[in-house]
């Protein structure tokens, strides 16, 4: 499905900085010039004016967490308004009229493991108005054709939200999720990817008339994201994983069992120019050395998924992969999810983000500053978005993403330990303060 994506069409420069505050209850809202996207697990964008900035000791801060203090041993910032642009404002400058925040759309994505756990990525066409050339996650928005109207929250996993992951997967690749293998002609199959995408017959029905049920119990909800609402169309989108079993058997017309191999392929050039099963480290090498373009929320999660599997050639049998499958549900299904290392590590005080499960972590990525190192901007992912503001949800505090963004579209992304890279922000300030003083 396509998403729209705005590039960073003006550099961040420096920034006023202070310490984020230990309250999960404080909402970061960035200078009305930041932009930050989030769509269907795809897409971020940003964009600002000057910011300037400064450390503030930490003995100058105090605050308390909601359910557990979480005593951090470094430096937490923020972005903030420029000081020269709130006396601007102050001495009589025009402020612009706040515009309507638009109610976010529900969409789905699926991040899909093939039966040697490698992953599925869309490649995008270059002409796409959205993600141009970028390599995407399968999925897109619910259909009230399809799905019918959204019952329950808007925020939470549901049948809906299920179904759509299905019926998008096999749009987009060709790929049926169904809760028994599926021995279909090519072209059937394509048949009917054309007819569901057409909206010419409901996803359920075609499935129905072929002998498929959709298995959405297969689903497991990893993470929610949800567009920021200075963006002007905004999206609420549930992640999911599904692991293709190791062997799909069907009985032939021998009476045999035959294997069935599900194969992916794009779907005609309408949205994809290839849809591909790559090893995790592989995708990540390539998006390291620039050669594809990956946005935050695909790497951020394909980073995660990345201690667990290793390369098909590695693994000697489906035993092996099915152990990698194991250690990374058991991830998946873990509380706390943080990673304290260091002086708290063991300690027991873990931020509160941390206590909420990965089915259940809801992230609206926000800017924290711009690294003086490489300028990259370091988004923060454990804000749920302002809808769900005092809601008790949230994301990720021990993790943060490093971008660059340009006019081809983000370079250099890197999911980083919160703690460590401000401790590297903290030492070039230091670096800096020192050599201002010879």
């Known amino acids: 499905m396509m998403i729209p994506l705005s590039t960073c069409s003006s550099r961040l420069r420096s920034s006023t900085v202070s310490h984020l505050t230990r309250n999960t209850e404080a909402y970061l809202q960035p200078s009305p010039r930041l932009i930050i996207l989030i769509n269907n697990g795809r897409g971020i964008a940003a964009s600002s004016r000057a910011i300037t900035r400064r450390f503030i000791s930490s003995s100058q801060i105090s605050a308390t967490s909601q359910t557990r203090q979480y ?14 642009r709130q006396n601007s404002t102050a001495a009589g400058g025009k402020q612009k009229e706040k515009k309507e925040v638009s109610p976010p759309r529900p969409s789905s994505s699926i991040l899909l493991l093939s039966p040697t756990n490698q992953v599925l990525l869309l490649h995008r066409v270059q ?5 141009a050339s970028a390599h995407v996650f399968p999925g897109g928005n619910l259909s009230s054709f399809h799905e019918g109207s959204l019952s329950g ?4 996993d549901s049948l809906q939200y299920r ?15 169904t809760r028994d293998p599926l021995n279909l002609s090519e072209q059937v199959r394509e048949e009917g990817r054309t007819k569901v995408h057409s909206n010419k017959i409901k996803f359920t029905d075609w499935l129905t008339s072929v002998g498929g049920v959709p298995d959405t119990d297969g689903l497991v909800p990893f993470t929610r994201w949800i567009t920021p609402t200075n963006m002007p169309k905004r999206f609420t989108t549930q992640m999911y994983l599904y692991l293709l079993p190791t062997n799909q058997y069907h009985a032939g017309s021998t009476g ?3 294997v069935i191999v599900q194969t992916p392929s794009h779907d005609g050039g309408i949205e994809h120019t290839a849809a591909t099963f790559d090893d995790v480290s ?15 929320p695909q790497l951020y999660l394909l980073t995660l998924v990345s201690n667990f599997l290793g390369s098909a050639v590695s693994a000697k049998n489906d035993g092996d992969y099915q152990k990698q499958r194991d250690a990374l549900l058991q991830f998946i ?13 063991g300690s027991g005080k873990v931020h509160p983000t941390g206590m909420i499960p990965w089915s259940e972590k809801t992230m609206s990525p ?8 490489d300028k990259r901007i370091v988004l923060g992912l454990d804000k749920p978005g302002p809808e769900l503001k005092d809601s008790g949800k949230g994301g990720d505090w021990d993790r943060v993403v490093l971008v660059n963004f340009t006019k081809q579209g983000p370079r250099d992304v890197e999911v980083r330990l919160r703690e460590d890279v401000l401790k590297e922000e903290r030492e070039v300030e230091k670096k800096e303060d020192g050599a201002a003083k010879l």
């Open 127 to 131: 002409t796409s108005s959205s993600f």
């Open 163 to 177: 179904l759509a992951a299905v019926r998008e997967t096999f749009e987009e690749s060709g790929i049926l999720l």
């Open 333 to 345: 299904n873990t509380t706390p999810t943080t990673m304290i290392e260091g002086p708290l590590a």
């Open 366 to 373: 926000t800017a924290l500053f711009v690294r003086q190192s």
């Open 256 to 258: 045999k069992q035959e």
């Open 71 to 84: 005593n951090r041993s470094a430096t937490g910032v923020l972005i903030t308004m420029s000081q020269k």
């Open 282 to 296: 592989s995708w990540l090498d390539k998006a390291r050395k620039n050669e594809i373009i990956l946005f935050p």
């Open 153 to 156: 929250d808007l925020h939470a």
